[in-house]
């Protein structure tokens, strides 16, 4: 399927109050677009949930559900389950943020993974709690500024690095996983459209940039993805019953500082931190792409020891 | 952010000041409101403000939906950021109205529709409840604090230029706004679960895809304008339009802008790949 072989009409109507430039908007429209109207979708608490409902109005033109924050995982289960039982043959899709994929909905979204039910499970991760007002989670990077990891003296930004879902979810032994960027729609398309055929637990991690969260100008959300692609802060990959497959790699490295530079949340950050993130990136490149050696962008060289422990993460938490 | 930065200003003059915002959508473009208290003497109150003294509007397209001076004294100010001339401004009663461009000056100095500190200029000069030379100050501290001391110089000269421009007048009281109809059913209308299918009510469609007689038009400071000699059709906006504005139909084999739903991010015009699509000035 190309961009011109998707529906004319939306199942996911105009007039939703997401924030001009909304990435996550965009990424939605266009799932919802591939996946077609026999679909269910499940949204837990987050901006999604906001800007696409608000009681009795709403914006989706397919079945919608909404419950708690954490039970994404369990609620696909159980309309899934609802559906096999009346005989229809509805795909239950589920639409996390990182806050309610990473960290609240954890448990719930590995108790679907481990049944390997038969729903999409689809992250958008927009790297913070954003939908009440851009508070720090599991999927947020080093050194970005939320308002629970402010810049201070001492201590600016983030400490800890972006918790690698990919692997933990990849653990469970799904048929499928890939991580999707709306900067790179024919890649996007594919894999929707492979995750739609697939039985079983799929699950499609979004890249969804937050205009007001990262401070940045709303024009450049598209742009601002093909930027973390080409630094190596997102890649673009499947896992397909246990097999890794690059979809897509970036010709020549890009240094972090040029993705950074065009964000607010990260303004602050000083030559040893973009050093350090640097140093993150270089280690993810090398083991996603699988080149010997370090890329010339990191003109140091890397640790020995675990690259999240910090020297401010030992004083703060003890060794 | 305006609130607290009038406050501190307050505060310079030697007055007491309290200022916080009504805690809603954290969300960009949707309406939101903001209290400053300003007094000679200790603030003991701590309600939210009803019958305020001064309303500062920062977006005019705001008038045609919201009755912003319900609760306004009669011998109260509105300060609005609008192209029009106060006398010519509806506000639904006659009071003190003063008019500045605060969008325009804040383009032209901060290079970006951000309006909070113009209008600060208008509310100094209109009030004179604050001097401009301690709001300038204000203004300096707190935005140079949190975003470098050339931003918050710059936000200080919107202020002086915005003070500038300042017209005052008395709006015109012709218009009634008629109140916003709700579909506000009993607790045994409701289906259960608060489970709701497609339907039409007194206030209008409810249900999946109600959302489409939201329009939310007046969130936009520019908006696209295509040129068909230049476009090439490969869809690219449209895939990329978060907000559904631009409409394909596949029949004609053309696209189709529908202003009602933009919002003007600009996404489009950044991503065209033949530079088809230009940002233009909104509601000029």
Request: aromatic share 8%; proline share 5%.
């Amino acid at each position: 399927m190309k961009i011109r072989d998707l529906p004319d009409d939306d199942l996911f109507t105009a007039g939703h109050t997401a924030c001009p430039g909304c990435g996550v908007a965009m990424s939605i429209r266009n799932a919802i677009r591939i996946l077609g109207k026999d679909t269910a979708v499940y949204v837990p608490s987050s901006c999604a949930a906001v800007f696409g409902t608000s009681f009795p109005y709403g914006a989706w033109k397919v079945p919608f559900f909404h419950t708690a924050f954490e039970n994404t995982g369990a609620c696909l289960t159980g309309m899934q389950a609802a559906f096999e039982m009346k005989g229809k043959r509805v795909t239950a899709v589920g639409f996390a943020g990182d806050g309610g994929t990473y960290d609240i909905g954890l448990q719930s979204m590995s108790g679907a993974a481990e049944r390997n039910d038969d729903v999409i499970y689809i992250c958008l991760d927009n790297e913070a709690y954003m939908n009440t007002g851009i508070q720090r989670s599991g999927g947020t990077p080093f050194g970005a500024w939320t308002t629970t990891t402010p810049v201070g003296k001492r201590i600016q930004g983030n400490r800890s690095f972006k918790k690698n879902l990919g692997d933990i979810v990849i653990a469970h032994e799904i048929p499928y996983y890939a991580t999707l960027s709306i900067g790179h729609p024919l890649d996007f398309i594919k894999k929707v459209e492979k995750a739609k055929d697939i039985k079983g637990f799929r699950f499609l991690h979004m890249f969804t940039p937050c205009i007001p969260g990262w401070k940045m100008d709303p024009a450049k959300t598209v742009e601002v993805t093909r930027l973390a692609v080409e630094s190596g802060m997102w890649t673009l990959y499947e896992v397909e019953n246990g097999e890794k497959r690059i979809t897509y790699k970036p010709g020549k490295m890009k240094r972090v500082k040029d993705y950074l530079i065009i964000q607010g949340r990260f303004r602050h950050m000083n030559e040893d931190d973009i050093k350090k993130l640097q140093m993150w990136v270089c280690r993810k490149w090398n083991l996603h792409y699988k080149e010997k050696g370090t890329p010339e962008i990191c003109e140091i060289e890397l640790p020995e020891e675990h690259h999240a422990v910090t020297e401010e993460h030992r004083e703060m938490h003890g060794p | 952010m305006a609130a607290q930065t009038l406050a501190e200003a307050a505060v310079i003059e030697g007055n007491y000041a309290v200022a916080f915002p009504f805690f809603g959508a954290e969300r960009r473009g949707a309406p939101v409101l903001a209290f400053t208290r300003i007094d000679s003497k200790k603030i003991y109150s701590k309600t939210q403000v009803y019958a305020p003294d001064c309303v500062v509007v920062l977006d005019d397209s705001l008038l045609d939906t919201i009755d912003v001076v319900a609760g306004l004294k009669p011998e109260g100010t509105v300060v609005i950021n609008s192209k029009e001339e106060p006398d010519d401004i509806d506000l639904g009663v006659s009071v003190r109205t003063a008019a500045v461009d605060a969008t325009s000056v804040a383009l032209e100095i901060l290079k970006a529709p951000i309006t909070n500190t113009a209008i600060l200029g208008a509310f100094a000069k209109t009030t004179g409840i604050v001097r401009l030379d301690s709001l300038e100050d204000a203004i300096g501290t707190r935005f140079g604090e949190k975003l470098g001391k050339k931003t918050g110089e710059r936000n200080a000269l919107a202020a002086r230029t915005a003070f500038e421009r300042t017209v005052t007048g008395r709006s015109r009281g012709v218009k009634k706004l008629e109140p916003k109809k709700q579909w506000l059913p009993t607790y045994q209308e409701l289906p259960a679960g608060g489970a709701l299918i497609e339907g039409k009510t007194e206030a209008g469609l409810i249900g999946p895809g109600s959302f489409i007689e939201n329009k939310v038009m007046g969130w936009a400071t520019f908006r696209p304008l295509r040129d068909k000699e230049k476009c090439t059709m490969c869809l690219l906006c449209w895939f990329y339009c978060p907000e559904g504005t631009i409409v394909r139909i596949s029949d004609r084999g053309d696209l189709m802008t529908n202003y009602d739903y933009c919002k003007g991010c600009g996404v489009c015009a950044n991503e065209c790949p033949v530079d088809a699509i230009k940002m233009l000035r909104a509601r000029v």
